[in-house]
């Protein structure tokens, strides 16, 4: 089974702090994602990656910034934490060389930023 | 309009009944469709994918696809109480995914 495993569940930060969520794949997939969602608004891309090294904006990179430096991990940084940034974030992975695919998420890391 | 819009819910459907989710999308050029089951507190779970106009059955669930009328659906055979969750419809766009903000399913025992 693909394990997508996030470091953190839950985080509470305060603002102005600097965050890093870490996702880890164990399936050898080459495109890695990182997603928030909230309430009513949904599943929202922030960046994505197809590559070592690679990363792409998604629909809402601001605020945001990414890291890859090896094909089983990316990285999501806040680099100064708001409060509109508490949110559930979820990372997830696909086999699909080329193209999203099918994604397999973590559990998610829900983090509260005061 | 939305890229992927879908109906909030709440859908009430009895038990052993079947229950129908819709979502429409607007970029004519989405080639892959899925569909996820997310239960409260747990991150999402893919159920079907579906890529070519027509039906696609697995086990309970059948996926349909029309991309003419720009439109996905998932029928839920036999609904059972462990259905119960929300569902978000995703569809291809460019090189990313994006999300439906989910129809809530609730089966009633």
């Known amino acids: 089974d693909v394990k997508v495993t996030q470091s953190s569940r839950y985080l509470v930060k305060r603002t102005g702090e600097k965050v890093f969520l870490e996702c880890v794949q164990d399936?050898?997939?080459?495109?890695m994602f990182w997603y928030r969602q909230d309430p009513g608004l949904g599943l929202r891309l922030i960046y994505f990656s197809y590559d070592v090294k690679m990363k792409e904006k998604g629909d809402i990179p601001e605020g945001y910034s990414v890291s890859r430096e090896k094909k089983e991990r990316f990285s999501l940084i806040l680099e100064s934490a708001s409060t509109n940034q508490t949110s559930m974030y979820l990372c997830?992975?696909?086999?699909?060389?080329?193209?999203?695919?099918?994604?397999?998420f973590g559990e998610g890391s829900r983090l509260t930023v005061l | 309009q939305k890229e992927v819009e879908q109906n909030s819910g709440p859908l009430s459907v009895p038990e052993g009944a079947i229950a129908s989710l819709n979502c429409t999308y607007s970029?004519?050029?989405?080639?892959?469709f899925f569909w996820y089951r997310q239960y409260s507190g747990k991150s999402p779970e893919l159920i079907m994918s579906i890529y070519s106009n027509g039906d696609k059955e697995d086990g309970r669930f059948t996926a349909q696809l029309n991309k003419a009328s720009q439109y996905v659906s998932l029928l839920i055979r036999d609904s059972q109480p462990s259905d119960s969750a929300t569902y978000l419809c995703a569809v291809s766009r460019d090189d990313k995914i994006i999300f439906g903000k989910g129809t809530r399913l609730h089966i009633l025992p």
């Open positions: 997830a992975s696909s086999f699909l060389a080329g193209g999203p695919g099918e994604l397999f």
């Open positions: 399936m050898d997939h080459e495109n």
């Open positions: 970029d004519r050029g989405s080639q892959s």
